[in-house]
């Protein structure tokens, strides 16, 4: 089993809906979980990260964590074109410095 | 968010010489510096990590002679991709890893395109 998993495969969205994207984990002790954006042809950008069972918010974002599932998930609200993007989702594993990233899921918003 | 700087942005260099990419922490220490690299329309793939002062650890398949790591500071690491050739062509990432409230921030750089003829 993968440690970090994002199964689904594009997203499309039109432009004003919500982009939803689910991300679940293997380890159990995984205390930090983040989501990233990157855009195509540059580097992974920090947009959230969650600790804490429940939901958190930032602006359009809010990303949502449930630790007796191991899944987290963000939500995009009001979906921009700007926000077409590929959505990594990242857990630090428990007892490991480093960070294991899923796959990645490519969300594009229609005008 | 901490910044990370690369350097170069992107280079073109012939097979057979050897490139030099640093990574710098700007605004924080990094005594961990990630280095990952990515094919297109592909996942990031974690080559190594780098500790300050020590010796970086590689992952199963990536060759130590061939990419050496040095992380001679807190904000500073370099990769050095030796006798590059055209499979070595890739976008090659750092990022640091700075100690906040999350517990583990990882920042990355904007990376460094590498095309080898």
């Known amino acids: 089993q993968k440690e970090v998993e994002q199964n689904s495969g594009p997203l499309s969205v039109p432009e004003g809906a919500i982009a939803s994207l689910n991300c679940t984990y293997s380890d159990r002790g995984s205390q930090s979980f983040f989501w990233y954006r990157q855009y195509s042809g540059k580097s992974p950008e920090l947009i959230m990260f969650?600790?804490?069972?429940g939901d958190k918010e930032d602006g359009r974002f809010t990303a949502q964590l449930n630790k007796a599932s191991q899944y987290v998930s963000l939500l995009i609200r009001d979906s921009q074109p700007s926000d077409s993007a590929t959505y990594l989702c990242?857990?630090?594993?428990?007892?490991?410095?480093?960070?294991?990233f899923g796959k990645g899921n490519q969300v594009v918003v229609i005008p | 968010g901490a910044v990370v700087s690369q350097h170069p942005s992107r280079v073109i260099c012939k097979s057979g010489t050897s490139v030099k990419i640093e990574c710098r922490s700007l605004?924080?220490?990094?005594?961990?510096m990630f280095w990952y690299r990515q094919f297109p329309k592909k996942s990031l793939m974690l080559m190594a990590t780098?500790?300050?002062?020590?010796?970086?650890?590689?992952e199963q398949g990536v060759e130590k002679d061939k990419f050496l790591i040095n992380h001679a500071s807190l904000t500073l690491s370099t990769l050095t991709v030796t006798s590059a050739h055209p499979e070595d062509s890739s976008f090659y990432i750092c990022?640091?890893?700075?100690?906040?409230?999350?517990?583990?921030?990882?920042?990355f750089g904007p990376g460094t395109r590498l095309t080898v003829l």
């Open positions: 780098s500790n300050e002062g020590s010796k970086a650890t590689y």
């Open positions: 990022s640091g890893r700075r100690s906040g409230r999350s517990g583990v921030e990882q920042f």
């Open positions: 605004d924080f220490q990094a005594t961990t």
């Open positions: 969650i600790y804490s069972n």
């Open positions: 990242a857990v630090n594993i428990y007892g490991n410095n480093r960070l294991a």
